[in-house]
């Protein structure tokens, strides 16, 4: 099924909503300044924000977290900050971020099914929100020892040169860069099988291959139409080629060594 791959596969290499809203938002850091002041009583702990709205939760009670560039921000309990911290990297524009899990959304599985080990620290999926459609970004690095696992060896090479029964990646550019990694940028139609009705809407895709074996991959995707979809496609991916291609070489999303 595309959704199970561009789910599982896209999304662990380089890739959906809730049937409930989420209505907290955070602000880019680059434009508002965050304050949070918190609450401790014998029977909760209440977040409280200027503007800030607390943000239901799925049905198995975990939260959301949502980073907006264009309203005031506002702090949540549980909250891991990697929706705030992924906009202040991203363009003025781009829409709400909204830290999300994919397979929560789309496949109702638990927390603790989804849980994926993250290597990067802004390794995860998310919801963009523009325009009233929701598209969808997601982030993943792979160490050496994951990457020998996948790939049974190593994926080094022209991932524009199709192989085995791969089909041809569209409007696909390889470089080699100064350091010795490899970046491969592609656009994808998402249009696979007989003729269906495609799940996901048209992406962009990224992958750069570092020199110490390691891999980064990133899904800018229109959105998602199939079952539990939050809304129409966007009119085009939430980041474009240049500015996932900014993204991926950006040192903040690759864990310190």
Avoid at 35 to 40: F, K, L, Q, W
Wanted: aromatic share 4%; proline share 7%; hydrophobic share 35%.
């Amino acid at each position: 099924m595309n959704n199970v791959h561009a789910l599982l596969e896209r999304a662990a290499e380089g890739a959906g909503r809730p049937d409930v809203s989420t209505e907290a938002v955070y602000a880019r850091a680059a434009r508002i300044r965050f304050r949070r002041r918190a609450t401790m009583s014998a029977a909760a702990l209440a977040v409280v924000a200027a503007g800030a709205v607390t943000l239901p939760g799925y049905a198995d009670g975990t939260k959301a977290e949502r980073s907006s560039v264009a309203s005031a921000p506002a702090g949540q309990t549980g909250s891991t900050g990697k929706a705030e911290r992924l906009a202040a990297l991203l363009p003025a524009g781009v829409g709400d971020i909204e830290q999300v899990s994919l397979a929560v959304l789309i496949k109702q599985a638990t927390p603790e099914q989804d849980d994926k080990g993250y290597v990067g620290p802004l390794d995860g999926q998310y919801a963009v929100r523009r325009d009233g459609g929701v598209g969808y970004l997601a982030l993943s690095v792979m160490d050496r020892a994951q990457v020998a696992k996948k790939f049974k060896g190593s994926p080094r090479g022209d991932l524009c040169v199709p192989q085995g029964q791969d089909s041809p990646r569209s409007d696909c550019v390889h470089e080699k860069l100064p350091d010795g990694s490899a970046l491969t940028i592609w656009s994808d139609s998402m249009a696979y099988g007989d003729g269906g009705t495609p799940q996901w809407g048209p992406e962009f895709t990224g992958r750069l291959e570092l020199k110490d074996g390691s891999l980064l991959a990133l899904r800018s995707s229109t959105g998602y139409t199939g079952d539990r979809s939050q809304g129409p496609l966007l009119k085009n991916p939430p980041l474009s080629r240049e500015e996932l291609r900014t993204l991926l070489l950006s040192p903040e999303v690759l864990p310190k060594k």
